[in-house]
């Protein structure tokens, strides 16, 4: 073995080592990035098993972060309150939920059965039939074509909740009248903070096994959610609404856009 | 042909020189040895009501950082504060663009240079609760910068009325104030926080109280009252998750007003079935000598991890060398829980006798609620002490003040509790609310 050749083995050798020790240097520069890239990795091969558990979901998951508050709500009859303006319809309001009901004096005809919200959009600003009209916005995921629902929007978010909506009752091409509950004098309770992204919530529910199988999850959306009732105030948090249809039935799941945890 | 020889010779050298050199790098800098995944990010599990797990991530970042921005402009001094922004998670924004290219010498002013770079105008300041090294505030990317090793600061100075804003590292204590380089680096969210177009100023002057800088307020200021949804952990969980990785077996006795559990490897936990403190101990597992403050706060963090609590408003407090203590605290928006019976602290002993101790509350705040009274109007901070000196408090004896919460059971409801914001002092070491001193409840 001559020298030379020794000396081409150690070369390959010393060469070898330096892109060992070069990977190991990025490695170590990025190391928060490849726990990131480990995260991806584990989001991955969870949305591979979803789909291996034959369960279908929106095509653009958004992975982009969103912020929210903890907010509140007092559980009071605001709406009972302020009923005296819509005193030429009739009126009927549950203590229980804080329900108002109102049957219009004269119905109203839909211009368009398939886009109710164009008619409705000019009436809910009409302050002697609606109260506090112009914070609500037409919701067509929860709408039917015997009801359209409007949920109230708050701090840029739609109230996902039996509370801060509208349900307009629509028969045979008129509006009828609708009930109405109301998220009034809302507080903010602490600064804003961090949510999880809709394909992190969506990791989080399967994670639960809270999606059955052979399933398809029709949407997934961000908004605030009732989490608990203290002291005649109910707390609400943003929250990661899912509409999963499986079978012949339609499942609603929560997801805590704080924390991640499944909310009844 | 002389040529062509040699070139093999010459990049056999240069390989060689690359491996000892990048072999080099990598030792220097401890964190590729050890396990940066457990270093950096722990994953904390955490029980809700309904009885699920999550795990949310709790970066060692997460916990050391700063808890307060102050802005000097107009010849005063303001805390920035948002009762809806997270102030500190904007600013985060922009130092976590930082590239820390490189770091000049530190030079140790004098206390009047001192003082008066604490008052230079358009200079903002993101102070840490207590000294810190760049180690735990990873935020800062400055791996290969051997100059900030070690070095210890607890105000991250900005100077704002230069071509570009200038960086330096403060350190109240030795007044050694270091200037950092960067490479590249965001300001946009700190120039908006500092114009105060989303946030409130309260003006306030830094300045020595004995021994310390002392953030000292002008005025009256009205501090927002908070109420939470308080929840009681059992003891249990945490005979799991504290002693439960020794193989011996768990026995437990009642002992006056407390719960004692303990092992036959020298394992203890005592738990007071009356305020539901906990006094958890161990032989130390510190083995290094390596005492150094970067080495006890990522001790401290590791071992803070091991109550696998959820521990987003938890922050570091403060450092005691003399008894290896590192206190973490509960901040809600720039202000601490100094309640008794660590509610709402975490108060870990890291050696020193030969066991390690962590003090903290089984009881731990799970949400928000509305508050029966909004805010408080406290007192600037000069009439505090001055009402303390008139009682007969000699001022030598006033350690520290600062605003933070105690804790009230709520009228209406025993699971809410409220906390009250008053002034609490530094008093026979430890945290007192003033008016505890002033009504004679402490001697």
């Known amino acids: 073995m001559n020298f030379k050749r020794i000396e081409w083995i150690f070369l390959i050798a010393f060469i070898a080592l330096d892109i060992f020790l070069i990977g190991a240097y990025y490695n170590q520069s990025g190391v928060q990035t490849e726990n990131n890239s480990s995260n991806t990795q584990t989001a991955t091969s969870v949305l591979r098993s979803l789909k291996d558990d034959q369960i279908s979901y929106p095509k653009k998951l958004s992975n982009k972060p969103n912020a929210g508050f903890y907010i509140s709500s007092a559980d009071d009859d605001y709406l009972l309150s302020q009923s005296g303006q819509l005193a030429d319809n009739q009126t009927d309001y549950s203590k229980t939920d804080h329900k108002l009901t109102v049957t219009f004096d004269h119905k109203i005809k839909l211009n368009s059965l398939k886009n109710p919200q164009k008619t409705i959009n000019k009436i809910i600003k009409d302050k002697s039939r609606i109260l506090e009209g112009d914070e609500y916005r037409y919701d067509p995921r929860l709408s039917t074509d015997n009801e359209v629902v409007y949920t109230q929007m708050v701090y840029g978010k739609r109230v996902t909740s039996d509370q801060g909506c509208i349900r307009f009752v629509v028969a045979n091409g008129y509006v009828t009248g609708y009930s109405q509950t109301y998220l009034q004098d809302i507080q903010i309770l602490r600064e804003k903070k961090a949510t999880i992204s809709q394909k992190r919530a969506l990791i989080w529910l399967y994670q639960y096994n809270k999606l059955p199988a052979n399933s398809k999850v029709k949407w997934i959306e961000l908004g605030y959610s009732k989490l608990l009732s203290v002291n005649g105030s109910t707390v609400y948090i943003p929250a990661w609404s899912f509409l999963i249809n499986s079978g012949n039935s339609t499942l609603y799941r929560k997801i805590n856009a704080f924390n991640g945890a499944v909310m009844d | ?443």
């Open chain 2, 1 to 443: 042909m002389k040529i062509k020889d040699n070139i093999l010779h010459f990049v056999l050298g240069a390989a060689v020189v690359l491996s000892v050199g990048l072999s080099a790098i990598l030792w220097v800098n401890p964190t590729y040895l050890q396990n940066n995944s457990k270093e950096t990010t722990s994953s904390v599990s955490k029980s809700n009501g309904s009885g699920d797990d999550q795990t949310t991530k709790t970066k060692l970042s997460d916990i050391y950082k700063p808890t307060s921005v102050i802005y000097n402009h107009g010849g005063h001094s303001y805390v920035q504060s948002s009762v809806k922004l997270d102030v500190i998670e904007k600013v985060r924004q922009d130092t976590r663009t930082w590239k820390v290219k490189d770091a000049g010498s530190t030079k140790k002013y004098s206390e009047k240079k001192y003082q008066s770079l604490l008052r230079r105008d358009q200079m903002a300041f993101l102070t840490f609760s207590d000294e810190i090294t760049s180690s735990e505030v990873t935020d800062l990317q400055q791996k290969t910068v051997q100059a900030l090793r070690g070095k210890k600061f607890n105000r991250v100075a900005i100077q704002f009325n230069k071509k570009k804003p200038q960086v330096y590292l403060l350190n109240d204590a030795d007044r050694h104030v270091t200037k950092i380089s960067l490479s590249q680096g965001t300001f946009t969210n700190l120039r908006k926080i500092v114009a105060a177009k989303e946030t409130k100023e309260t003006p306030i002057d830094i300045k020595k109280l004995n021994d310390q800088y002392v953030i000292f307020y002008l005025s009256s200021v009205n501090v927002r009252q908070y109420s939470y949804l308080a929840t009681k952990d059992s003891a249990s969980i945490f005979v799991t998750r504290l002693m439960g990785s020794s193989n011996s077996s768990v026995n437990s006795r009642r002992e006056d007003q407390q719960m004692i559990y303990y092992d036959n490897s020298g394992q203890r936990m005592a738990v007071s079935s009356k305020t539901g403190a906990v006094d958890y101990s161990s032989y130390s597992r510190d083995s290094t000598a390596n005492h150094s403050l970067s080495s006890e706060l990522k001790q401290g963090f590791s071992r803070l991890q091991d109550t696998d609590r959820q521990l987003d408003d938890v922050r570091y407090d403060e450092y005691n060398a003399n008894n290896r203590q590192v206190t973490y605290r509960t901040y809600i928006n720039t202000y601490p829980i100094l309640a008794d019976d660590n509610y709402g602290t975490y108060q870990l002993s890291l050696g020193g006798t030969g066991s390690e101790h962590i003090g903290f509350s089984l009881y731990f705040l799970q949400v928000p609620v509305p508050s029966s009274k909004e805010s408080v109007e406290l007192s600037p901070t000069q009439q505090v002490l001055d009402k303390l000196t008139q009682s007969g408090i000699s001022q030598k004896k006033i350690n520290g003040i600062r605003i933070g919460y105690q804790r009230a059971v709520n009228d209406t409801s025993k699971q809410v509790v409220d906390l009250v914001p008053t002034y609490f002092v530094l008093y026979n070491g430890s945290w007192t609310p003033y008016q505890d001193i002033l009504n004679g409840k402490v001697s």
